[in-house]
């Protein structure tokens, strides 16, 4: 099918690349305007437009498609059969929704109802979800309500969301051509969502990854794998700020208070919380790269009684 793509991250990146390998024509992809990263401040091209200007697609980054003239009569020329979205980052226009013949149709990292919205890898794993995975939906106005066309599942386990992310945006990459087939043979049938069952994954930021010592150490434990690799969970010592990338849970009672270190040593950071105690096993000072907690307690000593916070 002639196809459109429109898609930014990493996640989408992986999903054009199926499209790219099937018999599909990408003839022309969207993705977000470049943006400085990192200190330096140096502009970078989104994942989705290195990889669509390696194959020599046109790509267009309006900073709104709704609204921008140009874009859209160039969208209208390109008279795709359908347009295939991951991860844009802008909400399309009911004029954008009717035009291809098959419509539009999303990719998106959960299994619908559950975990609409723009985090759903992250919080699967914050929220204790066992499983997730991926659904093909036709777009429709509303935030990832339209009918699931396909889905695919995954046991989360101990997987980080970086781990997960990737596994998904493999799983989308295939389900999508699988989907794309049914939907050009009219085998496809579409089911509607349960509205009643939805739950929303909105947008996350740094501040959210501050740890809550007055929550258990399981949910300690997946806020740190639900934010690995980005925004990374972390508190503070005294002032300075320290990152956990790995911990483990344990059914340890403790009468000390939230956040309260009870042990630093080879066996790692033992700390309070909710009544239990959290083994924290890799840790990150500011402007250093992780290491395991007895590295790290080499050389930063902390004495059984500080207060984290």
């Known amino acids: 099918m002639k196809t459109v793509f429109m898609g930014t991250p990493d996640f989408a990146a992986t999903v054009l690349k199926y499209l790219y390998d099937s018999d599909n024509e990408v003839c022309m992809v969207f993705t977000q305007p470049d943006r400085a990263k990192d200190r330096g401040k140096k502009v970078q091209y989104t994942p989705v437009k290195e990889l669509a ?30 347009i295939v979205v991951a991860a844009y980052g802008q909400i399309l226009s009911e004029e954008v929704l009717s035009l291809p013949k098959y419509g539009c149709i999303n990719v998106h990292a959960s299994l619908l109802p559950k975990l609409r919205g723009a985090s759903p890898i992250q919080m699967a794993i914050v929220t204790g979800e066992k499983e997730t995975g991926v659904t093909v939906m036709q777009m429709e106005k509303g935030l990832d309500t339209g009918d699931m066309l396909s889905s695919e599942s995954i046991e989360i386990g101990n997987m980080t969301a970086g781990m997960l992310h990737d ?23 579409p089911v509607k969502q349960d509205d009643g069952k939805a739950t929303y994954a909105g947008l996350i930021s740094k501040k959210d990854g501050k740890i809550d010592f007055s929550k258990s150490p399981e949910e300690i434990e997946r806020l740190i794998r639900g934010f690995d690799p980005w925004p ?15 911990a483990v849970p344990t059914d340890e009672k403790t009468e000390a208070k939230d956040g309260c270190v009870i042990s630093s040593d080879e066996g790692g950071l033992k700390i309070a919380c909710g009544g239990r105690i959290l083994t924290v096993t890799e840790i990150q000072a500011p402007g250093k790269k992780r290491m395991n907690a007895e590295d790290y307690l080499r050389g930063h000593k902390i004495e059984p009684g500080t207060l984290l916070k």
């Open 53 to 82: 200007l390696a194959h020599g697609t046109p790509v267009l980054q309006p900073q709104k498609l709704k609204g921008d003239e140009a874009a859209m009569e160039e969208l209208r020329k390109a008279s795709p059969d359908i």
């Open 167 to 189: 596994s998904l945006a493999d799983i989308g990459g295939r389900l999508l051509i699988k989907t794309m087939k049914e939907i050009s043979e009219e085998k496809v049938k």
């Open 232 to 246: 990374g969970a972390f508190c503070y010592l005294e002032e300075e700020q320290i990152k956990f990338w790995k």
